[in-house]
T-cell receptor, first 114, second 112 residues
Framework: AQSVSQHNHHVILSEAASLELGCNYSYGGTVNLFWYVQYPGQHLQLLLKYFSGDPLVKGIKGFEAEFIKSKFSFNLRKPSVQWSDTAEYFC????????????FGQGTTLQVKP | NAGVTQTPKFRILKIGQSMTLQCTQDMNHNYMYWYRQDPGMGLKLIYYSVGAGITDKGEVPNGYNVSRSTTEDFPLRLELAAPSQTSVYFCASNSGIYNEQFFGPGTRLTVL
């Protein structure tokens, strides 16, 4: 069965620190990859997505992610976090089926200390 | 556009009661989804629909039912509420299978 694993469940950083959140998936075929963010009290919003082409994708608010096919990974990065980045981050995979279903990772809670 | 709207925002149910969670989107999206979010578990797909009149089960369909009589609406029905259904429920939609899903604000349900 397809699955998505996020390595870090809870991350605490100080402002200006660099961020990397790990995401690995298990599926051997073509995939579309997403990172969603959920700010406190809000609904999920798309940060960035990868469908094809350049494996380094840039999203909103200075986030980027790199797709490494050989490692089945899609890690999220940001060079310098801000207090406003405090949120829960979800990696998700669409296994290029005809339904658009997403498989989500468990989520990573990021707490940025001012 | 209002996007994806869900009602109610909060609800407390007693064991054995039933209720319907409403979901409406005004983006003319064919694809709609219901997820539940539990702490530390991410989001799990309950049911989905690829168009009006077509629905199918996701990962965790037991205890739920759906219908899709129009493109806009995708209600989720709980027939006999159980404590295990205490969760936050999100509805989502997208215009194509390779596009991003747009999420509603969620319904926080507690079953006591």
């Amino acid at each position: 069965a397809q699955s998505v694993s996020q390595h870090n469940h809870h991350v605490i950083l100080s402002e200006a620190a660099s961020l990397e959140l790990g995401c690995n998936y298990s599926y051997g075929g073509t995939v579309n990859l997403f990172w969603y963010v959920q700010y406190p009290g809000q609904h999920l919003q798309l940060l960035l997505k990868y469908f094809s082409g350049d494996p380094l994708v840039k999203g909103i608010k200075g986030f980027e992610a790199e797709f490494i096919k050989s490692k089945f990974s899609f890690n999220l990065r940001k060079p310098s976090v801000q207090w406003s980045d405090t949120a829960e981050y979800f990696c998700a995979v669409n296994a290029a089926s005809n339904t658009g279903k997403l498989i989500f990772g468990q989520g990573t809670t990021l707490q940025v200390k001012p | 556009n209002a996007g994806v709207t869900q009602t109610p925002k909060f609800r407390i149910l007693k064991i054995g009661q039933s209720m319907t969670l409403q979901c409406t989107q005004d983006m003319n999206h064919n694809y709609m989804y219901w997820y539940r979010q539990d702490p530390g578990m991410g989001l799990k797909l309950i049911y989905y629909s690829v168009g009006a009149g077509i629905t199918d089960k996701g990962e965790v369909p037991n205890g739920y039912n759906v219908s899709r009589s129009t493109t806009e609406d995708f209600p989720l029905r709980l027939e006999l509420a159980a404590p295990s259904q205490t969760s936050v429920y999100f509805c989502a939609s997208n215009s194509g299978i390779y596009n991003e899903q747009f999420f509603g604000p969620g319904t926080r349900l507690t079953v006591l």
